[in-house]
Structure formats: C-alpha cells, structure tokens
C-alpha cells in the first residue's frame, strides 16, 4: 500500500505559468511533509517543507499549501522557469521514524 | 551534498556476488538512511540508523543489510547481488530525523 499518493506523474507548463503538483497520505500521525527536487544525475535536493500546524508556506516562488482534514499537500512553483525542469517529489514523515516518498513528477518548463 | 559522499559512485556486478556499498558523512549527523530509486516507484527506504549500531529496516529492506559502526559511515550490503537489486542507490543523513539531504548517489547493475 503506498502510502503517500502523487500526481500528476508528469507537467508541462509555459515559462511564466504556475506548477502545481499534488500529494495525498493516509497515516494521521506523519507530521512533517517536505518537497524534494531533483535534476537528472543528481541526488535529491531538500526544497521546502511544512509541519501539520500550518497551512501554508512561502519560500520564494515556491508553497506549500496543507490541508489536513482532506490529508493532501502541493506544490505550488509560481512563474515557472524552464531552471525548474525537474523531477519532483513529495514525501510524509514522523520524526525519528521513516520517509515514505510519493512516486514523482516530472516538470518540464516550456521557454 | 551536504558533505556526504557515496562510494563506488558506478558498480556492475555479477548475480550471485555479494556487494557492499559506503556512504560517508563528514557533518556528524545522527540519522543515516539508505534509498533505492527506480522508476515508476520514486525513492523508497531500505534500511536506516539512529545512532552507532543501531539500525532498522525500511519498506524494502529484503536481500539488504546493514552497519554502522562509526558515526560517519555507513555501510549497505547486498549479501548475493540479483538482477532485481539493479537501481540507483542514495544514502541521506539527518541531523534530528526530519530534514534529510542526500549524496550523489551509486549506480548498481546487477548482471
């Protein structure tokens, strides 16, 4: 059973345009949710992440919107830049205990 | 990549040899974790450590172990290599348990 749900598996967005990807999980008692990036070749890359006590949260173009009752988080990766082109990953946690990752999306970003 | 590093970065092996892979750490994080990355499936966890001897399995953790018997390293070993353990290998450290940061990574071919 997988326990943290992506989508979509892959994206293509106009350069300007806004990114949007999708993640659900089960377990109510993960309580840390981070966005990794990935480029090809390379390891994944901590980008953001949020804790359940919060809705939101903005780090340059990049938010994390939480919705806890529906148990879902996304990516939102405003102006889109084709330096964006990546892959993507979401990922559910409690602390000291393991990660499980969504399957990932891949953004292409369109000059 | 957070001064983490991950030896041999390419390996080919024959079925049936045993393999054993390294990942070093040079921030002195507490929390070491192994992932196998394939397509289709995203990042999944296969063993991890919290600390100097103590290990646990991850969702993936069959034909694999593990040690750690410094800090610094840790150790994956694939005890009789299968054409099914052919991916790529990322270890990640994490000093409280929730942010984790990743090596480059090993590509293991398993023939």
């Known amino acids: 059973q997988q326990q943290v749900k992506q989508s979509p598996q892959s994206l293509i967005v106009q350069k300007g345009g806004i990114s949007i990807i999708n993640c659900a999980y089960e377990?109510?008692?993960?309580?840390?949710f981070p966005w990794y990036q990935q480029f090809p070749g390379k390891g994944p890359a901590l980008l953001i992440a949020?804790?359940?006590?919060?809705s939101e949260k903005k780090e340059g173009r990049f938010t994390i919107s939480f919705n806890k009752s529906a148990k879902q988080f996304s990516l939102h990766i405003m102006d889109s830049q084709p330096g964006d082109s990546a892959t993507y990953f979401c990922?559910?946690?409690?602390?000291?205990?393991?990660?499980?990752f969504g399957t990932g999306t891949s953004l292409t970003v369109i000059p | 990549d957070a001064g983490i590093t991950q030896s041999p970065r390419h390996k080919v092996t024959e079925t049936g040899t045993p393999v054993t892979l390294r990942c070093h750490q040079t921030?002195?994080?507490?929390?070491m974790y192994w992932y196998r990355q394939d397509p289709g499936h995203g990042l999944r966890l296969i063993h991890y450590?919290?600390?100097?001897?103590?290990?646990d399995k991850g969702e993936v953790s069959d034909g694999y172990s593990v040690s750690r018997s410094k800090t610094e390293d840790f150790l994956l070993t694939l005890e009789s290599a299968t054409s099914s353990q052919t991916s790529v290998y990322f270890c990640?450290?994490?000093?409280?348990?929730?942010?984790?940061?990743f090596g480059p990574g090993t590509r293991l071919t398993v023939t």
């Open positions: 990640a450290i994490s000093r409280q348990g929730y942010e984790q940061y």
């Open positions: 377990n109510t008692a993960f309580d840390y």
């Open positions: 949020i804790r359940p006590d919060v």
């Open positions: 990922a559910a946690s409690s602390i000291g205990n393991q990660f499980y």
């Open positions: 921030e002195n994080h507490r929390y």
């Open positions: 450590s919290y600390g100097v001897k103590d290990t």
